[in-house]
Nanobody, 126 residues
Framework: QVQLVESGGGVVPAGGSLRLSCAAS????????MAWFRQAPGKEREFVSS??????????DYADSVKGRFTISRDDAKSTLYLQMNSLKPEDTAVYYC?????????????????WGQGTQVTVSS
């Protein structure tokens, strides 16, 4: 049974930082591209960031809204995906979801997701 379990969410003031983690189990983690999505209240879920498999170069992709502030990374030995979030803004408030892809490349759409985590709440106060 595949599980993606996010952690690290919380309440942080604007300008602060958080580091999200996503621990994967039941999945051959190192052969899949991974991504973070988020969903704010009353809005559709949106792409945040994605990363290829490590031996594919570990290339990354980011939504324009988070470029330069967020950093995605992965530790294949720990089957864990990370999202370092700096200079947080109130508009970053959302539930953040970890997702595994169906292939080793980066991905941006829900249609390319194989498995979803349950989500972790991030709230940025102004």
């Amino acid at each position: 049974q595949v599980q993606l379990v996010e952690s690290g969410g919380g309440v942080v003031p604007a300008g602060g930082s958080l580091r999200l983690s996503c621990a994967a189990s039941g999945l051959t983690f190192n052969i899949y591209g991974m991504a973070w999505f988020r969903q704010a209240p009353g809005k559709e879920r949106e792409f945040v960031s994605s990363i290829t498999i490590s031996w594919g170069g570990g290339s990354t992709d980011y939504a324009d809204s988070v470029k330069g502030r967020f950093t995605i990374s992965r530790d294949d030995a720990k089957s864990t995906l990370y999202l370092q979030m700096n200079s947080l803004k109130p508009e970053d408030t959302a539930v953040y979801y970890c997702a595994s892809g169906t292939r080793g490349r980066t991905f941006k759409s829900d249609g390319a997701v194989n498995y979803w985590g349950q989500g972790t709440q991030v709230t940025v106060s102004s």
